[in-house]
């Protein structure tokens, strides 16, 4: 039975953070288990929120709880997204150390990818949680990532490198040292996701759909590591995650649907879209 660990948020009306991703995985047959950093009613984008963060004491606890129960050594991924204190972060970065020191018997995979997805802005609103808390996601986070899923913005925030397209995406990821999912990148389709490990690098371009809903990259990271734990390579993996992600914003679209419908795509999650174009940029 895959398993994955999700610490992010939860946001009751809106297909955004941990709880969207736990949706996500599971026609992939993946049980999620979300600690939550905080307990919205909806997305800030709409408006206060409602809720609170999650206090560190709590979140602390979930996490001994899981632990306790034997199953960190039965996360086959490890997906980090939005925090909201720096004490979250620090908490974050032990329950990952904890679960790559496990004992992995009977788990699905032989070692679980720690995918940090560096939530903390993105172009038009900036950085969009306290500095404190970028500050530790780079120190305590980045460091022990697998892969680094941020946006443009985000890559370009921690990088300091302008990203203008494609191309800039590949040198700026590089930089971080790290296999990276970048998305958010101008194209001459429109948008595109570029996946670079070392010197290869693969791009999925896809036509732009204005007004898509909140939440799109958080489904682009839990579809990719979806099709990481079902056993497929990089490029194909991107080319059914980007696809997935597409078909699911064009839906949206279609059925006027303020978010993201993920339950309702079902399977649909898991298919390529004759709209996506895949590239080998190096």
Do not use: C
């Not at 610490?7 to 049980?31: E, M, N, T, W």
């Not at 397209?165 to 001459?188: D, F, H, M, N, W």
């Not at 489904?219 to 980007?242: K, M, Y």
């Amino acid at each position: 039975m895959p398993l994955a660990l999700v610490l992010s948020s939860h946001v009751a009306g809106s297909r955004v953070g941990g709880s969207a991703q736990a949706a996500a995985l599971a026609p992939f047959k993946i049980d999620a288990m979300v600690v939550p950093t905080v307990l919205f009613g909806r997305h800030p984008g709409w408006g206060p929120p409602g809720g609170a963060a999650v206090p560190i004491e709590t979140f602390e606890g979930m996490l001994t709880g899981v632990e306790a129960n034997g199953l960190f050594g039965k996360v086959d991924a490890a997906i980090t997204g939005y925090f909201r204190s720096p004490e979250q972060v620090q908490a974050a970065a032990r329950a990952i150390y904890a679960v790559r020191a496990a004992p992995r018997y009977g788990a699905y995979s032989p070692a679980a990818r720690i995918i940090i997805d560096p939530t903390l802005g993105d172009a038009g609103k900036g950085l969009y949680v306290p500095v404190e808390v970028a500050e530790a996601v780079v120190a305590e986070l980045l460091p022990r990532a697998d892969l680094i899923a941020p946006n443009a913005w985000e890559l370009q925030h921690l990088t300091g490198q302008e990203i203008a397209g494609p191309e800039s995406a590949v040198r700026a990821a590089q930089a971080l040292g790290k296999p990276v999912l970048v998305s958010s990148i101008p194209t001459a389709e429109g948008l595109g996701v570029v996946h670079v490990d070392g010197e290869e690098a693969w791009l999925a371009a896809h036509p732009s759909l204005p007004h898509a809903p909140n939440g799109v990259g958080d489904l682009l990271t839990a579809l990719f590591a979806a099709q990481l734990i079902e056993g497929r390579e990089a490029p194909e993996a991107l080319a059914h995650a980007v696809g997935g992600l597409y078909e699911t914003v064009a839906a949206a679209r279609d059925w006027g649907a303020p978010e993201l419908p993920i339950v309702a795509m079902g399977a649909r999650l898991m298919e390529t879209s004759p709209a996506v174009r895949t590239e080998r940029l190096a």
